[in-house]
């Protein structure tokens, strides 16, 4: 069973939830974020980046910084932009895009589940930035931004949240062609019905933030007993079938390529030149661009590899001596999602990349039969949606529980 609790967030005043809710920080380059707090100083960002407010410059990662992130939160609260619900609830987020929509439940989940392996995992995590997110989430005492999970199919929930989401939401906001809303789940019958749904479930399954996950482990471990709220982390969770799983295509610069290369790839690839404009991509059959030529390299064994360890394995380690895919300035990654084949193959043909694979998404049968297994995948396997918030809802690692 899942632990899947109801809590006290901390949510935007729903007057001003467009501006200061944003994408994942990740989602923007430093000099992005000066521009958008310079223009909009209620922006979350500013609270992330508090050196845009006050000009005085702190290292990434410094007490000194962390302070200052802690102080511009309790800025935004004493302000009522942001206000603490006084009892624990369940949120209910909906996302929604041009051709389709996501229904989930924000909640807090516990780290036991993580530690007594309830929660399944598929991707390893870095030791390194599992500790600098830790030291953020000890010293802040914020967590803004959701852990993604998905569940098996249960209709059940499906139909309290459809019951719930009759209602007008409490925030709604449009984020880049986007359409978010939030209801919070005041009936305590269907926070009831939900906690007992959740109680059922036999496991939850990590789509998204494995290092945020981690990170949370560590501080409870670290903190011990002495605050419930360490002992949980904030969480967004969807049935499987709400989820989208893309590909990331891969790129690559700064190579020596070989004049056999063909030749070689031909070992462990039947390769077949393709004269159309599509990638007929299946299991096993990897897409390539080299010299303005599409190539299907079809895998010769019968195997239970994935694409991108197939990929990995076969080319990219062997031919372009590339270990470290994580941390390889030669390859970069573009989601499928984001970069259609042709806009990548246009950056190949400008010089900007030598070549390019394509690989077919990853199911979501797959995911979860790597996690059982307690195995791994390849960094940037999977590029899946929805993508959550950041500061929609806030999780307080100081009063949450």
Not at 146 to 173: A, C, G, M, R, W
Request: with cysteine; net charge neutral; charged share 20%.
């Amino acid at each position: 069973m899942a632990i899947i609790l109801p809590f006290r967030g901390i949510l935007p005043n729903p007057e001003l939830a467009d501006k200061i809710v944003t994408h994942s920080a990740d989602n923007y380059t430093i000099l992005e974020a000066k521009q958008i707090v310079e223009h909009n100083p209620l922006s979350y960002l500013s609270v992330i980046y508090p050196d845009c407010i006050d000009k005085r410059k702190t290292l990434p990662h410094s007490i000194e910084r962390f302070q200052k992130i802690y102080q511009r939160f309790q800025y935004f609260k004493n302000n009522n932009f942001l206000s603490q619900d006084s009892k624990p609830i369940y949120y209910i987020y909906r996302q929604e895009h041009a051709q389709f929509a996501f229904n989930g439940i924000i909640a807090a989940i516990s780290v036991q589940d993580y530690l007594q392996g309830n929660i399944k995992i598929h991707e390893q995590t870095l030791s390194e930035r599992e500790v600098k997110l830790k030291e953020y989430l000890k010293h802040c005492k914020i967590n803004a931004e959701p852990v993604l999970f998905f569940y098996e199919k249960n209709i059940h929930l499906q139909t309290i949240l459809s019951d719930i989401q009759s209602y007008p939401p409490f925030i709604e906001l449009i984020l880049d062609n986007v359409t978010h809303k939030l209801w919070k789940s005041t009936n305590e019958v269907f926070n009831q019905q939900i906690k007992k749904l959740f109680d059922e479930l036999p496991a939850v399954y990590i789509g998204d933030g494995h290092h945020r996950s981690a990170s949370s482990v560590l501080l409870a471990k670290e903190l011990g007993n002495t605050n419930k709220s360490t002992q949980y982390f904030l969480g967004a969770f969807f049935q499987e079938d709400e989820l989208k799983i893309y590909s990331f295509h891969r790129l690559l610069k700064n190579i020596s390529i070989p004049d056999n290369f063909i030749e070689k790839l031909k070992v462990h690839f039947e390769v077949t030149e393709i004269n159309n404009s599509t990638y007929s991509l299946t299991k096993n059959c990897i897409g390539m661009y080299l010299n303005s030529q599409r190539y299907l390299l079809t895998f010769k064994q019968l195997s239970n590899l994935l694409d991108t360890e197939i990929l990995y394995e076969y080319i990219l380690k062997p031919m372009f001596h590339i270990i470290d895919i994580r941390n390889n300035s030669s390859i970069q990654y573009f989601s499928e999602y984001l970069y259609s084949k042709k806009q990548v193959e246009d950056m190949v043909k400008k010089g900007e990349y030598q070549l390019a694979f394509f690989t077919h998404p990853v199911s979501i049968e797959t995911i979860k039969e790597v996690a059982n297994l307690h195995k791994m995948m390849p960094p940037k396997s999977t590029y899946v949606l929805p993508k959550l918030l950041n500061a929609l809802v806030i999780y307080s690692l100081e009063n949450s529980m």
